[in-house]
Nanobody
């Protein structure tokens, strides 16, 4: 059974950094594009970042471009999300996501059919 498990969330000060991890199991990770989404209270889940199966091509949401970096390490079936220069608006539950049947990462919520449970990131002033 395919599964994604996020970790690394927590409370960080404005301007600080945080690194999230996502551990994948039960899927052919080396052939699957991966993505991160986030959902803040009373807001829709939004795309944050995505990375192709080989780690070559990344794509970012407009609000995080230049501050966040998505990477992956296929030997460990893991994808990472480095977040720098965090702002209050980055407070959200962050989700790891994938379409296990596709080489390309899902960048629209409706394209993703495998989700982690989410990890809370809170940015405090």
């Amino acid at each position: 059974q395919a599964q994604l498990v996020e970790s690394g969330g927590g409370v960080v000060q404005v301007g600080g950094s945080l690194r999230l991890s996502c551990a994948a199991s039960g899927l052919n990770f080396n052939s699957v594009g991966m993505a991160w989404f986030r959902q803040a209270p009373v807001k829709e889940r939004e795309f944050v970042a995505a990375l192709t199966w080989n780690g070559v091509t990344a794509e970012y949401g407009d609000s995080v471009a230049g501050r966040f970096t998505i990477t992956r390490y296929n030997p460990k079936n893991a994808v990472y999300h480095q977040m720098n220069n965090l702002t209050l608006e980055d407070t959200a539950v962050y989700y790891c996501a994938a379409d296990p049947a596709s080489f390309r990462p899902c960048i629209r919520r409706t394209e993703c059919n495998l989700w982690g449970q989410g990890t809370q990131v809170t940015v405090a002033s």
